[in-house]
């Protein structure tokens, strides 16, 4: 099921026609190919790299649920507070991880936080240019 899907979904953005059967096995072979690979990974890297993207994601949606708040003109706050945490905790991470760039926890705390300062700092332009001005 997971395969289809991944084939369905590959079919929509890419347009390819699943009509034929040969057009099946265009995006099937490339994506069968990508998981052999993938298994041949060990699985608690393969795991700790998820768990990672799956946490990133949370962050971006959260900063996107923020961003919709805020314009419009509800109490984003409940999505900034949990958004600027996750930014922290998902890029300092991947600075401080072993299976991301390895840097000493001091060095990566501090990465991480620039981040999440970058971050919060991009929020307050973007909201001064965008939410004030039409209130």
């Known amino acids: 099921t997971a395969f289809r899907s991944a084939r369905l979904i590959a079919s929509d953005f890419l347009h390819i026609k699943q ?6 096995l265009i995006l ?12 041949m990974i060990n699985f608690d890297v393969l795991w700790r790299y ?32 949990p958004a600027l945490w996750m930014t922290m905790v998902c890029s300092s991470y991947i600075l401080v991880a072993p299976e991301g760039f390895q840097l000493q926890a001091w060095i990566g705390y501090l ?25």
Do not use: D
């Open 111 to 135: 990465g991480g936080g620039l981040v999440t300062l970058f971050c919060l700092s991009y929020f307050i332009w973007w909201y001064r240019k965008n939410v004030e001005v039409k209130r």
């Open 19 to 24: 009509n034929k059967v040969y057009k099946r």
């Open 28 to 39: 099937s072979i490339p994506l069968f190919l990508v998981a052999f690979i993938l298994m």
């Open 50 to 81: 998820f768990a990672w993207t799956n946490q990133t994601l949370s962050a971006f949606t959260l900063w996107a649920i923020t961003a919709w708040l805020a314009r419009h003109q509800k109490i984003f706050y409940v999505g900034l507070v």
